[in-house]
T-cell receptor, first 109, second 112 residues
Framework: QKEVEQNSGPLSVPEGAIASLNCTYS??????FFWYRQYSGKSPELIMS????GDKEDGRFTAQLNKASQYVSLLIRDSQPSDSATYLC?????????FGTGTRLLVSP | DTEVTQTPKHLVMGMTNKKSLKCEQH?????MYWYKQKAKKPPELMFV???????INESVPSRFSPECPNSSLLNLHLHALQPEDSALYLC???????????FGPGTRLTVT
């Protein structure tokens, strides 16, 4: 079982829709959870961090964490073509950041 | 300011060359990292420095040699690389190990 799992996609949504990206992790001791956005050929950019159960909102982004289910998600409201990128879920484990393989999001105009 | 800088942006080197990658941050972060990323794969951790001391080496071949001259700088010395080492090399920093990491723009390395 992989430590951090994501659906590779692509996830295709029309402009203006809500994109829902999901991630599961295996280490119950994980404390910190992050979402990074990576455009093709660029470096990962931190867009959300979440540390406790529940929702955290920042602009059009909402991160959701459920430690009991070992599940973290990212919602992008009013998706824009500029949101088209790969979204990497990352979880701290043994003081290292463990990345999922990423979900490619395509937002069509 | 969450800026991490890396130089050079691009590097082409032969298998017998010696080169260095540089990374700098001025956020007062005490943990710095080197990652390697191949196309369509997530970043792969290579080294972690915490308070200027090497704390994690992910069994990286000795042709990659990290150095942390001070709390703001991180170098990666390259020697006798192989074509399969061609990748995007990313530097990141965080306040402490386990905190959110901020990535630099990366160095695109091509080994010929």
């Amino acid at each position: 079982q992989k430590e951090v799992e994501q659906n590779s996609g692509p996830l295709s949504v029309p402009e203006g829709a809500i994109a829902s990206l999901n991630c599961t992790y295996s280490d119950r001791g994980s404390q910190s959870f992050f979402w990074y956005r990576q455009y093709s050929g660029k470096s990962p950019e931190l867009i959300m961090s979440i540390y406790s159960n529940g929702d955290k909102e920042d602009g059009r982004f909402t991160a959701q964490l459920n430690k009991a289910s070992q599940y973290v998600s990212l919602l992008i409201r009013d998706s824009q073509p500029s949101d088209s990128a790969t979204y990497l879920c990352a979880v701290t484990g043994f003081q290292k950041l463990v990345f999922g393989t990423g979900t490619r999001l395509l937002v069509s105009p | 300011d969450t800026e991490v800088t890396q130089t050079p942006k691009h590097l082409v080197m032969g298998m017998t060359n010696k080169k260095s990658l540089k990374c700098e941050q001025h956020m007062g972060h005490r943990a710095m990292y080197w990652y390697k990323q191949k196309a369509k794969k997530p970043p792969e951790l290579m080294f972690v420095y915490s308070y200027e001391k090497l704390s994690i080496n992910e069994s990286v071949p000795s042709r990659f040699s990290p150095e942390c001259p001070n709390s703001s700088l991180l170098n990666l010395h390259l020697h006798a690389l192989q074509p399969e080492d061609s990748a995007l090399y990313l530097c990141a920093s965080s306040q402490e190990r386990g905190y959110e990491q901020y990535f630099g723009p990366g160095t695109r390395l091509t080994v010929t």
